[in-house]
């Protein structure tokens, strides 16, 4: 579909792999290949798609219209990170470019990206700005988590403002997407990672089946002494992005699972056994805040007939009552 030419011809070394994981997302990565095609990097590059079993056609639409693109094609969905390692084995480049499907890559940006790259070798991550659909920014940074961080976020005691501040401080509210700046963890939907880097600490932990690996990638990469940088100049839309109530259950209870795995991994079994003994009970308990409070909000808003406010609220009283109902004995005993 395109050449892929590179910086050094003489030497044809592959610079850049970009590896992009699937699942039943065709229209968006067929976008996505588009705009990489469009705004390809003058470096030698490749493209990994890595398919976990689509039943949309994705397959075959690539094979057919990105002849170029390397595809891997799962008879199961193996999930992100078992995925990503697939493409991390298959790569030949110098750096490695963790993309989602659902991204549209802007002009010279992946340039951008690997000079920086180029120019600071204690560097072993960086990441773009990401764009929401309507340009404005998407939050990208952010702190690693805490015990206390996700007590506010998913508990009761958000309704109490308890740590609150702690919560604000782990998404980074304050922090500057103009200005280049060393951060903690940045966002896995686009994240390019220097190879070397990759064969020191390790792929990605395939414990973690969906979210949280790449904050662990992140946090294993800052133990062992390497930067992870968010380069403002180079610019990437990032389509999704939805509303907590808009989350499917099964969803927000994966991404629970996850962060208690990272907990486990890196605060240590027992102290995060002892979280768990609060943390659980207080997550049903602030779902069963959220049917109350939203159940009198829809009321409310049916009264006043303020649609918008009356669809969110029934999302949210509905994902909160199968949450704190089918899920509850998962989320107690099998977490």
């Not at 193996?78 to 750096?95: D, E, L, P, S, V």
């Not at 010279?108 to 790259?117: E, K, Q, Y």
């Not at 500057?176 to 190879?195: E, I, P, T």
Request: charged residues 25%; contains cysteine; glycine residues 6%.
């Amino acid at each position: 579909m395109w050449p892929l030419s590179g910086r050094n011809n003489k030497e044809n070394k592959m610079e850049l792999s970009i590896i992009i994981v699937s699942w039943n997302v065709r229209d968006d990565l067929v976008r996505c290949l588009r705009s990489i095609e469009e705004n390809r990097p003058r470096a030698e590059f490749e493209i990994i798609v890595v398919d976990n079993a689509s039943s949309d056609g994705t397959v075959e639409s690539i094979k057919r219209d990105f002849p170029k693109v390397t595809i891997i094609a799962n008879k199961e969905n193996r999930g992100f990170a078992a995925a990503n390692n697939q493409g991390i084995k298959n790569a030949r480049g110098r750096y490695l470019l963790f993309l989602n499907p659902d991204t549209i890559v802007h002009p010279l940006s992946l340039d951008v990206l690997m000079n920086f790259m180029d120019g600071n070798s204690n560097a072993g991550a960086c990441g773009p700005k990401l764009l929401n659909r309507d340009g404005t920014t998407q939050p990208s940074t952010r702190r690693f988590p805490t015990f206390r961080g996700a007590l506010y976020r998913h508990t009761v005691l958000r309704f109490l403002g308890i740590f609150r501040s702690e919560y604000e401080k782990l998404l980074m509210k304050d922090f500057n997407y103009d200005g280049q700046a060393d951060v903690d963890q940045l966002s896995g939907a686009a994240l390019m990672v220097r190879r070397p880097v990759i064969n020191e600490v390790g792929i990605m932990d395939e414990n973690f089946f969906m979210f949280y690996e790449e904050v662990d990638l992140c946090y294993r990469l800052k133990q062992a002494g390497w930067r992870s940088v968010f380069i403002p100049e180079a610019v990437i839309t990032h389509l999704s992005g939805r509303s907590a109530e808009d989350i499917p259950v099964k969803i927000r209870i994966m991404k629970l699972t996850s962060m208690l795995k990272f907990f486990r991994k890196h605060r240590g079994k027992l102290i995060t056994g002892l979280f768990s003994c609060v943390f659980k009970p207080a997550v049903i308990l602030g779902n069963i805040c959220n049917i109350a409070i939203g159940s009198v909000t829809y009321i409310f808003a049916a009264i006043t007939l303020n649609k918008r406010i009356r669809a969110k609220n029934a999302a949210k009283v509905k994902n909160s009552a199968i949450l704190a109902g089918k899920y509850s004995w998962q989320l107690l005993f099998k977490m």
